[in-house]
């Protein structure tokens, strides 16, 4: 079982920046993928972004291209989500989950991953 801690929220204005990390410990990180969700009060959990574990292949959310970028650092077990351009509707608490692949189970599924963190919260404000 891996172990995640993610940081790096805050208040911030649009059209500003954040960067998210997301810190792991337990398992081989190298071999899991991890992805970015977020959850908005009273809407679906939908997916963010997620990087895959041997390619680092990334995939967005069409609502995020070109604004988020996502990273992994192994040697330090974590994984970064930098947001720019940010916008009020990107406010929701964003959670760092990982696992391994799956066949047939894209990464843009909740089903796809297994440890979750409890999240950090980004507030946008207009």
């Known amino acids: 079982q891996v172990q995640l801690v993610e940081s790096g929220g805050g208040l911030v204005q649009a059209g500003d920046s954040l960067r998210l990390s997301c810190s792991a410990s337990?398992?081989?990180?190298?071999?899991?993928?991890v992805g970015w969700f977020r959850q908005a009060p009273g809407k679906e959990r939908e997916f963010v972004a997620a990087?895959?574990?041997?390619?680092?292949?990334?995939r967005y959310a069409d609502s995020v291209k070109g604004r988020f970028t996502v990273s992994r650092d192994n040697a330090k077990w974590t994984v970064f989500l930098q947001m720019s351009s940010l916008k009020p509707e990107d406010t929701a608490v964003y959670l760092c989950?990982?696992?391994?692949?799956?066949?047939?189970?894209?990464?843009?599924?909740?089903?796809?991953?297994?440890?979750w963190g409890q999240g950090t919260q980004v507030t946008v404000s207009p």
């Open positions: 337990g398992g081989t990180f190298s071999n899991y993928n």
């Open positions: 990087i895959a574990a041997i390619s680092s292949a990334t």
């Open positions: 989950p990982t696992g391994r692949t799956r066949i047939g189970i894209p990464a843009g599924v909740q089903d796809a991953y297994d440890d």
